[in-house]
């Protein structure tokens, strides 16, 4: 196992750590919030004997770098640092993304943009959508109404409850620093580890920095790479139909409903590792698993 620190593109330093096996594909992990790059450790272990596994700290956690204003945490600029990572751990060549919650809206943002467009040779995501086919979804359900879509509305709405919460101000920032936010998460979330404060006092700028602006004016954003999304069945947060009713952006397309939590990729670790090492195996190859083909939309 190696560490570097990387640069980006606003000077803020981000800690990266590669492991596993030289030779194999590059796998990118992309942790989500209030989270650092350890809780990939299960899933990189398990990827680590056939593919170079890096993990980095995101902005605002772990060892990275944390700026303190709103701005730096805007999806372009965490796509910029995603960029960074990649342009130093594999230089020429593409890379396989893996990510989670908040790591996956910002690997949405990249693998929908142009900054990596050619670089990313598979995408798989975690209980975390584009914001900006979640923000076409919401118009959806809410425009041409069925009994289906204002119940799928509806129940995301309530799973979300906490981003109208994390807008006002002081009052979480106040939370994280007592120690009373993390233990509600624990509450809610048994497979959560325990949240660093940092980590969740600095990650509410993503939420105050991204979320209205790209659910209120989203932009068609397709994605020419193959995804998988992995929805968990038990997930608190994010409810499947908002992670996986995105077949018209994205042509090739896998979904798997997967028993756990929002936390599976701490308490299934070779459930996610597996799943992800079929995609990465398809894009490299063209073999693709029977698991993985179930996985097309119909």
């Not at 620190?5 to 800690?15: E, H, P, Q």
């Not at 142009?114 to 359900?141: E, M, N, V």
């Not at 992995?230 to 947060?237: T, V």
């Amino acid at each position: 196992m190696s560490h570097k620190w990387v640069t980006a593109t606003d000077g803020v330093r981000l800690s990266v750590t590669v492991e596993g096996r030289d030779e194999g594909p590059t796998v990118v992990l992309v942790h989500g919030y209030p989270d650092n790059s350890s809780m990939w450790a299960g899933v990189a272990a398990e990827l680590a004997a056939k593919h170079r596994v890096v993990t980095y700290d995101v902005r605002g956690a772990g060892r990275s770098g944390k700026p303190p204003g709103r701005a730096s945490y805007r999806l372009d600029q965490l796509a910029d640092d995603l960029r960074a990572v990649v342009d130093e751990v594999r230089p020429e060549g593409k890379v396989h993304l893996v990510a989670h919650d908040w790591g996956s809206i910002q690997a949405w943002h990249a693998v929908t943009g142009d900054g990596l467009r050619g670089r990313i040779a598979s995408y798989t995501s975690i209980s975390g959508p584009s914001l900006d086919h979640a923000g076409a979804w919401f118009r959806a359900q809410l425009r041409h109404p069925t009994p289906r879509r204002l119940k799928n509305a509806l129940s995301q709405f309530l799973h979300s409850w906490y981003i109208l919460a994390f807008q006002v101000p002081l009052i979480p920032d106040l939370l994280w620093r007592t120690g009373l936010m993390g233990k509600q998460i624990q509450r809610m979330e048994p497979d959560a580890a325990p949240p660093e404060r940092s980590d969740g006092l600095y990650g509410l700028q993503l939420y105050r920095a991204n979320m209205f602006t790209r659910l209120s004016r989203p932009a068609p954003r397709p994605a020419d790479v193959p995804v998988q999304v992995l929805a968990p069945a038990g997930d608190a947060y994010v409810t499947a139909p908002l992670q996986t009713e995105i077949a018209r952006w994205v042509p090739d397309l896998r979904i798997r409903r997967i028993a756990g939590t929002h936390w599976v990729t701490r308490a299934r670790p070779a459930v996610v590792a597996q799943a992800a090492a079929e995609l990465i195996e398809y894009a490299e190859t063209g073999v693709e698993s029977e698991a993985l083909r179930a996985g097309r939309p119909s």
